[in-house]
């Protein structure tokens, strides 16, 4: 790859993916339109402090007891395609327990559930656009998408730049998960940008005796951008 | 210094874990005077319900505004999650005109397994016909029947805007 940001056309998986099967009957099948950006679309919501309290980006203890599995802080920053920290926005993840299993009623897996974890927090990203989460490393699960299929280890996280064109769901992956090379919702994205995705293990955050410490930075621009020609 | 942006990925069927603590699919206080109901079913490509979507909208306020920080606690944004008939529902005031070339609407963003990033339309207010036909994004489109899938229609005391993902009728959707 050249320096500089990618075609904008590779950084976003396509809605027809004839490896992950759910998107069959969920894809448009006609072009998208194109929405000239004006005030709806360049103004954006701001959630403000009083939603949210320091607890809820702490995954580990939203219950009596101690969660079970390896203790971890994801932190990194939130930031616009030009480097620029995106302060006071907001922040949501959620994911599997430490088994591979979801705290939710549609999720069958036979993996033990964890009464002392949900698998769910929040957090404004602070002035330099930082966030914090201290959770439980999640486990890779089976799924039915194809025979003896299993999602990759991975924290959901869904942010919200400064307008409406920032809005933003992905997943967070872990580094040398041996399933990233299966996985068609990872898979999905051009081989260029999709290592985007994946966090890098950081030693600077890991706390001595107390939980190992993984980096992910996300950055948010050019989503939904039509494909340019050339 | 520029940085590459993040893709996107599914929100996957377990959403509801992460996203619904906010519970904001009441924009405004349903007594409210002037308070519009807007509600509607996702439906795929089989017009099958879709269960298991998140639809969010952000809207200005009626004065065709977006004040960042309000008393009330206006942020124009809400969120709800399908049921198991694919329908949704926002309490909300209706948006106000932004300007003579852009009709009062809604932008909505479409999320659900299966959608390996959102889907984005806008939904606009049968009763603004003449403001419609003024509107710069809906007189950019030449079809009809796509025009017509971003018109909400009367229903009941409430505004009715179906989502269809995929096939006959399929909504119209954006991107930038």
Same mark, same amino acid.
């Given at each position: 790859m050249t320096e500089g940001a990618p075609p904008v056309g590779e950084l976003d998986p396509p809605?027809? /993916?004839?490896?992950?099967?759910?998107s069959a009957l969920r894809f448009p099948r006609r072009s998208l339109l194109t929405l000239p950006a004006g005030p709806t679309e360049l103004h954006g919501p701001f959630f403000g402090h009083h939603r949210i309290s320091p607890g809820d980006a702490d995954l580990t203890a939203q219950h009596a007891g101690e969660a079970q599995g390896e203790r971890i802080i994801v932190t990194g920053r939130l930031l616009?395609?030009?480097?620029r920290p995106i302060a006071d926005q907001l922040v949501e993840i959620w994911q599997t327990n430490a088994a591979g299993r979801y705290a939710h009623s549609n999720d069958q897996h036979p993996a033990p559930l964890d009464s002392n974890f949900t698998g769910a927090g929040r957090c404004l990203t602070g002035s330099d656009g930082t966030y914090r989460f201290l959770t439980i490393k999640p486990g890779a699960y089976p799924w039915r998408n194809h025979p003896n299929a299993w999602r990759p280890a991975h924290i959901h996280f869904s942010v919200f730049g400064r307008?409406?064109?920032?809005r933003l769901v992905t997943q967070m992956y872990f580094p040398g998960d041996p399933l990233l090379d299966y996985d068609p919702v990872y898979q999905s994205v051009s081989a260029a940008a999709r290592q985007r995705m994946v966090s890098s293990f950081d030693l600077d955050t890991t706390t001595p005796e107390w939980a190992l410490g993984y980096y992910f930075d996300i950055v948010i621009g050019g989503h939904l951008a039509t494909p340019t020609a050339g | 210094m520029p940085v590459h942006p993040t893709p996107s990925q599914t929100v996957g069927p377990f959403f509801s874990l992460g996203l /619904?603590?906010?519970?904001?699919?009441?924009?405004?206080?349903?007594?409210?005077?002037g308070a519009i109901v807007l509600f509607g079913r996702v439906l795929d490509g089989a017009a099958a319900?879709?269960?298991d979507a998140v639809i969010e909208i952000f809207h200005a306020n009626p004065e065709g505004r977006f004040p960042r920080a309000t008393q009330d606690g206006w942020t124009g944004f809400g969120r709800a999650l399908t049921d198991g008939d694919g329908a949704y529902r926002f309490v909300t005031s209706k948006p106000g005109a932004l300007s003579e070339n852009e009709a009062p609407h809604i932008d909505i963003s479409v999320f659900a397994r299966g959608l390996l990033q959102r889907l984005v339309t806008r939904c606009y207010f049968p009763d603004e016909a003449e403001a419609n036909r003024g509107d710069s994004v809906l007189r950019s489109i030449d079809d009809e029947p796509v025009r017509a899938s971003l018109l909400a229609h009367r229903e009941g005391d409430g505004l009715r805007f179906d989502i269809r993902l995929?096939?006959?009728g399929e909504t119209g959707f954006f991107a930038w």
């Open positions: 809605y027809d /993916s004839a490896e992950y099967r759910a616009d395609a030009d480097g307008c409406f064109t920032e | /619904s603590w906010m519970g904001a699919h009441e924009l405004v206080d349903p007594s409210l005077p319900p879709v269960p995929q096939g006959d």
